[in-house]
């Protein structure tokens, strides 16, 4: 009896599955890439919270010296060779006898070109006048 | 029976081409894989090592206060710092706070915290062993704040605590700000530069008045 050999690929057949099997490379490749991006968005966060800790103790110390809610302040502070913006607003409560706070520090994402923003709202106690 | 027909040296060649570029890209996904992944695994521990340092220092500085005996106050230089403060120290399997000294240093590359608890506290030649609090540290430094009173810069940080002036000796700092720089390791285990931490710990203003005010212990 004659075997039928089956048949064999053809080139176009071939190239179709390499093609797919680029496409599923690629896709691990992306997870590779979006891990490192991740990573570094969580370094990003805990450089911005030991910053918004060194100046909230700044930020108290001079309202502790100012009767009055401190004026509206910003700057740029570059921390393991990355920007951040730190921008610090407080408001006067008068039911409370307290100083409102927000302080907000932003970078940017360059991976995912993307602002991200950190609020931290606080209350502080003007001098007593 | 016909004889199935055998591949040629050409088919083969060009299969064992093609295949060849498949394994290449597949090789390359794994080293690149296996290079983040190590990346990554240095990185985080870098960032995990700085973290605990710092939660470490922040919990013991927090609870710090004056004494008053004269070699038992809070003494810190650019390079390390002793104190006393009051701490968990785990004795008999549960949480037993107590007061103790603690000291911060360098050994090598290494950030060491020394615990002398209860009476080990006072003496001087009492040994303890250090335990290492991070490894791999290029450099380590303190900076006290001193509350001026002005309003324009209400503190200033300076290089060592107490300084040579009288008041700051029966007082403590406002914030201690620790600078702490880590060797991050590459792929093969070679330097791969520094990170620089740095973090502002503010030491509780109630303990800081008391001790400045009497000049006694304030627990």
């Known amino acids: 009896m004659p075997l039928k050999s ?124 | 029976m016909k004889r199935p027909r055998s591949f040629t040296l050409v088919e083969v060649l060009i299969s064992v081409s093609i295949f060849s570029v498949i394994i290449l890209a597949l090789y ?33 500085l927090k609870n710090c206060f004056i004494f008053s005996g004269d070699d038992s106050r809070f003494a810190g230089t650019g390079d390390d710092l002793k104190f006393f403060s009051v701490i968990d120290l785990y004795g008999g399997g549960s949480a037993n706070p107590g007061v103790c000294r603690i000291e911060y240093g360098m ?24 335990q290492g609090l991070a490894y791999n540290v290029r450099a380590l430094s303190f900076q006290y704040a001193y509350l001026t009173g002005s309003s324009d810069s209400p503190f200033e940080w300076q290089e060592s605590w107490p300084k040579e002036s009288g008041e700051q000796i029966k007082a403590l700092p406002a914030a201690v700000k620790i600078t702490l720089s880590l060797v991050e390791k590459d792929s093969k285990g070679k330097d791969a530069g520094a990170v620089e931490f740095s973090k502002v710990i503010a030491l509780p203003s109630l303990v800081r008045a008391a001790g400045a005010s009497t000049g006694e212990g304030s627990e």
């Open chain 1, 6 to 129: 089956s048949k064999s690929l053809t080139l176009l057949e071939l190239l179709i599955s390499i093609a797919v099997l680029s496409g599923a490379i690629v896709f691990v490749f992306r997870g590779l890439t979006a891990a490192l991006v991740s990573f570094r968005f969580s370094q990003n966060i805990t450089i911005a919270c030991y910053l918004a800790e060194e100046k909230l103790f700044e930020i108290e110390e001079k309202q502790k010296n100012s009767p009055l809610p401190l004026p509206q302040e910003e700057g740029q502070e570059e921390l393991q060779g990355r920007k951040f913006n730190w921008v610090y607003r407080t408001k006067e409560l008068p039911d409370s006898g307290l100083v409102g706070l927000d302080l907000i520090i932003s970078w940017r994402e360059k991976a995912r070109e993307k602002e991200y923003t950190i609020s931290f709202p606080a209350y502080l106690l003007p001098r007593k006048q």
């Open chain 2, 107 to 130: 050994k090598g590359d290494i950030l060491e915290r020394t615990v002398y608890p209860g009476i080990e506290a006072l003496k001087d030649d009492s040994e303890v062993p250090a």
């Open chain 2, 28 to 60: 390359s996904v794994f080293r690149t894989a296996v290079m983040s992944y190590t990346r990554i695994g240095s990185a985080f521990d870098l960032y995990q090592a700085a973290r605990a340092s710092f939660s470490r220092m922040e919990l013991d």
